[in-house]
C-alpha cells in the first residue's frame, strides 16, 4: 500500500514547485525531446510552442535558463552577424536529455 501512496505522493510533490516559468521549462523540453532537436534558437523555439504560453520571444528567456540551469542545454556558439536583423541565440542540447527527461518508476 506504501508503494501505491509514494507514485502519488511523488507526482504531488513535483507540481508543488511548479510555477509559469516551470512551466514554460518543462513545455520546452516536451518540444525538444518530441522534435528530436540537437539544436534550436530562441525563435524554433517560441514557433515550436504554443501562442497562448508565450506571446513574444523574450517569454521563454526564463525557461532557458531554467533548463541550462539543469544541464538540459547550453548556450551554442555565435551566430555570425549578417548585417541586418541580429541572429537569434542558439542553444545546443544535451545529448542525454531526451532520457534525462523520462520520468523514473
Sequence with gaps: MGQYFLGHALAVFDRMGAGPTLDDAR???DWITRTHRTGFTRRDAFSGLSRARLR??????AALRVLEDHGYVRPGPAPAPTGG???SARWEVHPRAAEAAQPRS
Design 85 to 87: 536583423r541580429p541572429a
Design 27 to 29: 513545455a520546452g523540453l
Design 56 to 61: 513574444k520571444v523574450a517569454d521563454f528567456d
